[in-house]
């Protein structure tokens, strides 16, 4: 379809197509007969109320944005984009490593991303939907070619392993997308996004807020800083209520019915829940990809962990409509409407292996300029204390800074 643009002459209409997809889970499983240890909680209960197993539970050398990285460099991979082509990093996440700088900058630093602006998003379980969204607004509008969607997670560090409540029900992970533009029809096609802050306190996680604050919308009500806290059954109610009808409402905005749909990759949360919702969407439960009982809930990255494992099962098919759905912390949630193309047959990329090859070093050179460079700060300062002479100093830094 052709559109007039603002100067009045035709532009042809733009579509952002995921192009790439990759995860990145820890090695390490947590399985429910282990967590009988730490709670008094059974496999038989966890297995029965929330259809979980076991989850991967982060080492001491990951943390969110390395899991994050790992993904993000499979779904590079996939796409066979370069760091340098990508103009936004989005990450969705509850478990930054910082509050500033983001998540999405280190691991825009990391990958070598030039060229690419970085953000975390803060939707909780919703985040990746909403990242996705922003991402293909942003595609569609002309602003940017390509982005970077990145739901990554180390839910195990915010957790209370006191609390049989929420300790038993979510995991570590990450999975990232690439969305490109490209003027061939589908991609992203509708999106919901939906937030009631009145039920904040629900489930949360507090971390700046202060308890001595009067103003009673700044709550930690009690709760402990920096772990999760949940009101599990309000939860599950809100839960099986948003999905259908924000799903419904997407597949209205996208001019299509629930008969049109292949798949829907939802939050994975509690195998109950999923089956409420099919219920209320009145579709077979298998239409939903369900892979928690491997990881447990791993927040914003439980929808692009469960995409990809839906195209390595070979659950897709090029023109196939499918729907992500996401709920949580906010309250959020959010749906979308996605035609699965096979974009690279249609615009037909070659050299993919020699690209990959060109990626890693390019990956190790970013390495090991980033260690120069702490290296020659380092060294800087150390020059400062035994000689103030700043002007020799500054030359260095701006030598490798030049790197
Ligand atoms: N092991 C054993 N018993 C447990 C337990 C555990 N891990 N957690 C709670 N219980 C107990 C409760 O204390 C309660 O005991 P009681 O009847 O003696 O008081 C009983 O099991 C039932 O508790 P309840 O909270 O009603 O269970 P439930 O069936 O609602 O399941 C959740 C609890 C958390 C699994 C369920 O509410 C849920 O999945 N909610 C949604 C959570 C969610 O998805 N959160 C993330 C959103 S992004």
Redesign the pocket.
């Known amino acids: 379809m052709v559109l007039p643009n603002s100067e009045g002459t035709s532009a042809p209409r733009l579509y952002a197509h995921i192009v790439g997809w990759g995860m990145a889970v820890p090695e390490k499983i947590l399985r429910n007969q282990d967590l009988e240890a730490i ?4 496999d038989e ?2 297995r029965t ?2 259809g979980i197993r076991e989850r991967r539970i982060a080492g001491e050398r990951e943390s969110t944005a390395s899991l994050g990285l790992k993904a993000a460099r499979k779904a590079l991979d996939v796409a066979d984009l370069f760091p340098s082509e990508i103009d936004l990093i989005i990450v969705a996440t509850s478990t930054p490593e910082n509050i500033f700088p983001s998540t999405a900058s280190l691991i825009q630093n990391w990958l070598g991303a030039s060229r690419a602006g970085a953000f975390d998003l803060s939707a ?2 919703s985040g990746f939907v909403y990242g996705v969204d922003m991402a293909a607004q942003a595609i569609r509008s002309g602003s940017i070619k390509a982005a970077l969607v990145i739901g990554a997670e180390t839910m195990s560090r915010v957790l209370d392993w006191q609390d ?2 929420t300790c ?2 979510f995991g570590d992970g990450a999975g990232a997308v690439v969305l490109k533009s490209s003027t061939v029809e589908g991609g992203v096609l509708s999106s919901v996004l939906r937030s009631d802050g009145s039920g904040g306190d629900l ?1 949360g996680i507090p971390t700046v807020g202060s308890e001595d604050l009067d103003n009673p919308d700044f709550f930690t009500n009690g709760h402990k800083m920096h772990k999760m806290y ?1 009101n ?2 309000e ?2 109610k809100f ?1 099986t209520r948003v999905i259908g009808e924000s799903i419904e409402e997407a597949l209205v905005k996208a001019g299509l019915t629930i008969e049109d749909l292949s798949l829907i990759v939802p ?1 994975q ?2 195998q ?2 999923i089956q409420a919702a099919a219920r209320a969407l009145k579709v077979d439960v298998d239409i939903f990809v369900v892979n928690l009982d491997r990881y447990g ?1 791993t ?1 914003a990255a439980s929808i692009p962990i469960a995409l990809c494992e839906a195209v390595q099962a070979d659950r897709m098919r090029p023109n196939d409509y499918i729907a992500f759905t996401g ?3 906010g309250l959020t949630w959010a749906s979308m409407i996605v035609q699965w193309t096979d974009l690279k047959s249609a615009e037909t990329r070659t050299g993919v292996l020699s690209n990959q090859r060109r990626r890693q070093i390019s990956y190790w050179v970013v390495r090991w300029r980033s260690q120069l460079r702490r290296l020659s700060k380092s060294l800087n300062q150390f020059l400062q204390r035994i000689n103030p002479r700043r002007g020799r100093i500054m030359r260095l830094r701006d030598k490798v800074d030049q790197l």
């Not at 709670?39 to 059974?42: A, P």
């Open positions: 709670v008094e909680t059974s209960w966890i109320r929330t909780a379980c049989r409540g038993i029900l489930l949940m599990g059954g939860v599950f839960a939050h949360a509690n109950r829940i809930n927040s709920f949580g912390g």
